[in-house]
Nanobody, 126 residues
Framework: QVQLVESGGGLVQAGGSLRLSCAAS????????MGWFRQAPGKEREFVAF????????TITNSVKGRFTISRDNAKNTVYLQMNSLKPEDTAVYYC???????????????????WGQGTQVTVSS
């Protein structure tokens, strides 16, 4: 089992920044590739970002490319999502997820992840 706990969400004005953190415990963190997803009210959960087990490759969805960055610190068992130039349409609950995967191809489908955090709310006001 892998336990994931997100933090760092909150209310921010458009144009502002937030950094989300996801702390993992349980199994060996470096065995898992990590993803960030988000879900807005009435919408399906959507892929935001992916990072390989060693941080060697990252993928960012087009709608946030250039504004969001994913990174990880395996020594701290933590993955991050830096969000800059936030827009009202970024408002959602953000989830981190873990998948036991050593490849480099990104995984955008939520069904490919076995472990999920409880989510953290991000609200961007206009």
């Amino acid at each position: 089992q892998v336990q994931l706990v997100e933090s760092g969400g909150g209310l921010v004005q458009a144009g502002g920044s937030l950094r989300l953190s996801c702390a993992a415990s349980g199994r060996t963190f470096s065995n898992y590739a990590m993803g960030w997803f988000r879900q807005a009210p009435g919408k399906e959960r959507e892929f935001v970002a992916f990072i390989t087990w060693n941080g060697g490759s990252t993928t960012i969805t087009n709608s946030v490319k250039g504004r969001f960055t994913i990174s990880r610190d395996n020594a701290k068992n933590t993955v991050y999502l830096q969000m800059n130039s936030l827009k009202p349409e970024d408002t959602a609950v953000y989830y981190c997820a873990a998948t036991f995967y050593s490849g480099s191809y990104y995984r955008p489908n939520p069904s490919g992840y076995a472990y999920w955090g409880q989510g953290t709310q991000v609200t961007v006001s206009s």
